[in-house]
C-alpha cells in the first residue's frame, strides 16, 4: 500500500506544491485572503441574522438577533445580501457601544454601519460562492432533521474551542509528512 500511496504523491505533487505556493504568497502579500469570512446577512420576518462558514468551509456559523434589541426600525423588507467582512469594517464593529446610537443598514446594495460622531461605513455586495450555496443547502437540509436545544454561557463555548485547538490534527488527510 505504501507504493501506491507514493505514486499517488507522486502524481500530485505538482497540485501540493502550486496549493503551497499560493498559501504562501496569500499569507505574506493578502492576509486579508487568508480568513475568508463574509457572512450573508439576512433579514427575517423574526430576527436580522448574520450566516458564515470557516476557512476550510467546515464549521458553519450564525448570530440571530432579535428586533427587540433595535429602537428604531424604519423601512423594513425582508431579504439576503453577502458582503465582503474587511478589516474596515471589523473596525466599525469595534466602535459600538451601549451610550453611544448604531445605526445599521441592509440593503441589496450591501451593508451600512454608523455609530454616534463618526462617518457611515458601507461595505457592498459581493458574491457569494457556489461551495456556500451548496452548505447553506447541506445546512438547510439538517436543520429539518429532530434535533436537541440547549443554551451555553460564552464561557462554555470559549472552553470547547480551546478544547479543539489543543487536540487538533497536526497533519491533513493527504499529508505524507515529508
Not at 49 to 66: I, K
Not at 90 to 105: A, G, H, N, P, V
Not at 161 to 168: A, Q
Request: glycine content about 4%; charged content about 25%.
Amino acid at each position: 500500500m505504501t507504493a501506491l500511496n507514493q505514486r499517488s504523491y507522486e502524481r500530485w505533487r505538482p497540485y501540493y506544491q502550486a496549493r503551497e505556493k499560493f498559501r504562501q504568497f496569500v499569507w505574506q502579500k493578502q492576509l486579508d485572503f487568508y480568513f475568508v469570512f463574509d457572512p450573508v446577512i439576512t433579514v427575517h420576518p423574526d430576527e436580522v441574522f448574520f450566516e458564515c462558514f470557516s476557512v476550510d468551509e467546515s464549521t458553519y456559523g450564525r448570530l440571530g438577533a432579535s428586533y427587540e434589541v433595535f429602537k428604531n426600525i424604519s423601512e423594513f423588507a425582508c431579504g439576503t445580501t453577502n458582503v465582503d467582512y474587511s478589516a474596515a469594517l471589523y473596525d466599525e464593529f469595534q466602535k459600538i457601544r451601549s451610550y453611544k446610537t448604531t445605526q445599521l443598514q441592509v440593503d441589496p446594495s450591501g451593508f451600512e454601519v454608523q455609530t454616534t460622531n463618526e462617518a457611515a461605513y458601507k461595505e457592498v455586495k459581493i458574491d457569494l460562492p457556489d461551495s456556500w450555496v451548496r452548505g447553506f443547502l447541506q445546512v438547510s437540509s439538517a436543520m429539518c432533521l429532530p434535533a436537541t436545544q440547549f443554551d451555553l454561557h460564552p464561557m462554555d463555548i470559549y472552553n470547547i474551542c480551546f478544547v479543539l485547538r489543543r487536540h487538533k490534527e497536526k497533519k491533513g488527510p493527504g499529508d505524507t509528512g515529508k
